[in-house]
């Protein structure tokens, strides 16, 4: 089998980290890249040694003729990129979330099963070594029959931390207890229930978001129930991102980079059963940790099986898809005060919807830069 070849756009510092990857592994080569911005465009392309750079984006395809396409720039340039890319028949590696709201979800998809190509949402922790480990302690039975899943953020403004954390948390959560079908979400804002007035845009351009502290309560389609918390901390704390997984014979917790097993379901402070174990996670072959990040390299590497199989990623478009169902539905159910089954039959944006019911215009538009987004924020509420 052959090589594919890859083109990036978007040479931000999501879009090198993805490079980095797709020019290591021995079954990809990156032939070119493409950015607005040319120092970044230049910067990245002296990393990678590539001529080959673009500020056009159908210039790029036409002339470098890529099987593969990453789309790695701002939220509200998904949705036009990804159609742009499709048109010309070819395969996406896309940044999460998939677009801003479901119905241009809905149309990236669609396009992509009419030109038979490919989408893939770039949630590299599905698929990396720690996550690999925990789903093959759960196919073992290490703790024997899932019960509940416990997600936590990293302690950003809630829905902005639904939006660039819960994602990655909430498709992990898809490969270890299913679809989801129904979901619930509380929205606070200043420790009250939110209002249309706090619908506010997200910065980095991901679109409308409500609630500073966000919780949520997931019923999987068989059977299993979870949690997902996404509450905004004084500091960000990066080492809060987790998922427990508490079975009904011992408990998994997954941090990124490790993984670890409680053999018994109950927390026994005595000395002998109170121990978490590390699993072992094992890299694949041929990776090289001195070239990229393991969970990029995972991701590329099971984008090459699934083409040379002709099947969807890991993280394919419909699984993307389904994330954003349930961020929307968590949106949705905040806002309306009740439980929302999935898939939802309305796909515009819930809390533009909620907004216009109240009589209140879109929400004006905001700081992309996160601190300033927060300061920015936190006047509108009254706080110094």
């Known amino acids: 089998m052959g090589n594919y070849r890859v083109a990036i756009v978007g040479c931000g510092p999501r ?30 392309g002296e990393t990678l040694r590539l001529s080959y750079r673009y500020a056009d984006l159908d210039e790029m395809i036409s002339a470098t003729k890529p099987d593969l396409v990453v789309i790695a720039t701002g939220t509200e340039f998904h949705h036009e990129l990804a ?65 509940h899943l416990i997600g936590s953020g990293k302690g950003y403004y809630g829905g902005y931390g639904l939006l660039n954390i819960g994602t990655h948390t909430l498709n992990a959560m898809l490969r270890l ?20 007035e706090d619908v506010v845009l997200a910065p980095n351009g991901m679109g409308p978001i409500a609630g500073e502290d966000i919780t949520a309560s997931l019923r999987f389609a068989n059977g299993i129930t979870g949690t997902l918390l996404h509450q905004r901390f004084p500091v960000v704390d990066a080492t809060a991102h987790a998922i427990e997984v508490l079975g009904t014979e011992g408990r998994l917790l997954w941090k990124n980079d490790e993984a670890h097993w409680l ?7 005595d000395g002998e059963h109170d121990h978490w174990q590390r699993l072992s996670a094992d890299d694949l072959p041929g990776y090289d940790p001195n070239a990229c990040g393991e969970a990029e390299y995972a991701f590329a590497d099971e984008y090459v099986r699934a083409l040379d199989e002709g099947r969807e990623h890991e993280c394919s478009g419909a699984e993307g898809l389904h994330v954003m169902e349930i961020m929307m539905g968590i ?27 109240a009589g209140l215009p879109e929400p004006p538009a905001v700081s992309r830069n996160y601190p300033s987004w927060l300061l920015q924020e936190d006047r509108r509420l009254g706080r110094s």
């Open 15 to 44: 879009g090198s980290a993805i490079s980095l990857a797709y020019a290591a592994h021995p079954r990809t080569t990156v032939v070119a890249v493409c950015d607005l911005r040319r120092e970044l465009r230049d910067r990245l």
């Open 83 to 147: 159609l742009r890319v499709l048109a010309h028949g070819v395969h996406i590696d896309i940044e999460k979330p998939l677009t801003t709201d479901l119905r241009r979800a809905d149309e990236v998809l669609k396009l992509a099963r009419k030109k038979r190509v490919r989408v893939a949402v770039h949630h590299q922790g599905r698929v990396c070594a720690s996550m690999r480990a925990v789903a093959r302690a759960l196919r073992e039975g290490r703790i024997g029959r899932v019960r």
């Open 177 to 196: 207890a299913g679809p989801c079908a129904e979901v619930s979400g509380t929205l606070l804002v200043d420790r009250r229930p939110a209002r249309p």
């Open 263 to 269: 053999p018994q379901p109950h927390f026994v402070p």
């Open 331 to 357: 949106f949705e159910s905040g806002a309306m005060g009740r439980p929302v089954a999935l898939p939802q039959r309305k796909r515009d944006h819930p809390l533009l919807r909620w907004r216009a019911q």
